[in-house]
């Protein structure tokens, strides 16, 4: 068994600990506060302030009509692409008749 004095040394190396733990723990609750509070701050000064929210809308909108002409101009290019296939295996097979005759 271990003696009394074995017990006060091991006692007193956990006790240190636990005080650097809980430093520790009341510096983060701490930080987490901090940042807590300047998240709010940030969100009271985007959404509550009405230029910054029809900026926002004007932007998002603006977003869909660009991914609107995005995708008219990719569909565009799908058609051309497979257009041009096609005209290139009419040519080889013209060429490949004009051949063999």
Same mark, same amino acid.
């Not at 017990?7 to 636990?18: F, P």
């Not at 733990?21 to 807590?36: D, F, G, Q, V």
């Not at 998240?39 to 603006?62: I, M, Q, Y």
């Not at 058609?79 to 008749?97: E, F, P, R």
């Given at each position: ?5 074995e017990?006060?040394e091991?006692?007193? !190396?956990?006790?240190g600990k ?8 009341a %510096? ?11 998240v709010?701050d %940030?969100?009271?000064?985007? *959404?509550?302030?009405?230029?910054v929210?029809s900026?926002?809308?004007t932007? @998002? /909108?603006? /977003?869909?009509?660009?991914?609107? @002409?995005?995708d *008219?101009?990719? %569909?565009?290019?799908r058609y051309l692409?497979? !257009?041009v ?11 490949y008749?004009g051949? %063999?005759?």
């Amino acid at each position: 068994m271990a003696t009394l004095e074995e017990i006060q040394e091991i006692v007193t !190396a956990t006790d240190g600990k636990v005080d650097q733990l809980l430093i520790w723990k009341a %510096s983060h609750t701490k930080e987490h506060e901090l940042i807590e509070r300047d998240v709010a701050d %940030s969100r009271a000064v985007l *959404f509550e302030n009405p230029g910054v929210v029809s900026k926002v809308n004007t932007l @998002w /909108n603006c /977003n869909k009509d660009v991914t609107k @002409w995005k995708d *008219f101009w990719m %569909s565009v290019l799908r058609y051309l692409i497979v !257009a041009v296939i096609v005209a290139v295996v009419c040519w080889l097979l013209l060429l490949y008749k004009g051949i %063999s005759l």
